[in-house]
Every structure is written in C-alpha cells, then in structure tokens.
Nanobody, 123 residues
Framework: QVQLVESGGGLVQAGGSLRLSCAAS????????MGWFRQAPGKEREFVAR????????GYADSVKGRFTIARDNAKNTAYLQMNSLKPEDTAVYYC????????????????WGQGTQVTVSS
C-alpha cells in the first residue's frame, strides 16, 4: 500500500512557475515508476509526465513538453513537477500516481492516486 500527498499548487499568472511535490509513504518508493496527470473541469483526466524508478527515463505530453520537468528524489520519497511558462489552459487539478505498468501514459495503468492539488493560471 502506498499513500501519496501532492502539494505546491496555487494561483499564478500566465508565464509564471510552480513546483508541485508528491510525497509518498512506504519504503519501496524507489521501485516505482511515477506519473503526473491533470484534470480540468468537465474534461477527462490526462497524462502530463512520467518518470522511471531511477529517474533515467522521462516522458511528457506534447502540450507540456519544453515547459514542464518531472524529477524525483528517492532519498526523500518525493516526486516533483516543475512547471514553467504556465498558460491558462494548464489550469487543472494535478495528481500523482504509481505506475502499475512501467512507462505507460494511460491513467488506467496507474494505481495509488493522491488527492490532487489545484493549479490555477490567470491570463
């Protein structure tokens, strides 16, 4: 069983930056591939970024490539999502999750979701 707690969301102007954190419980965090997803009102939850267990492999949605960076610190049991050059269309609740299927970008391949953190980007 893994518990995930996201933090770092907030209100920011377009062009600004935020860093989201995902703190995980348990001793096996370093074994897990992790992902970030987001869900805007009235829309499906969508893939944002993923990272392998050791950080050696990352992947991004086209909509955030070049602006967002996923990282992890296994010593701190924490994953991060650095978001730069934010746009109003990035407004959503952001979730981290543990990948049951490594390297997947499909939400159905992820378990142990956090409660989410709200990101609002004003124009």
């Amino acid at each position: 069983q893994v518990q995930l707690v996201e933090s770092g969301g907030g209100l920011v102007q377009a062009g600004g930056s935020l860093r989201l954190s995902c703190a995980a419980s348990g001793r096996t965090f370093s074994r897990y591939h992790m992902g970030w997803f987001r869900q805007a009102p009235g829309k499906e939850r969508e893939f944002v970024a993923r990272i392998s267990w050791n950080g050696g492999s990352t992947g991004y949605a086209d909509s955030v490539k070049g602006r967002f960076t996923i990282a992890r610190d296994n010593a701190k049991n924490t994953a991060y999502l650095q978001m730069n050059s934010l746009k109003p269309e990035d407004t959503a609740v952001y979730y981290c999750a543990v990948a049951r299927v490594p390297y997947s970008t499909r939400k159905d391949d992820y378990d142990y979701w956090g409660q989410g953190t709200q990101v609002t980007v004003s124009s």
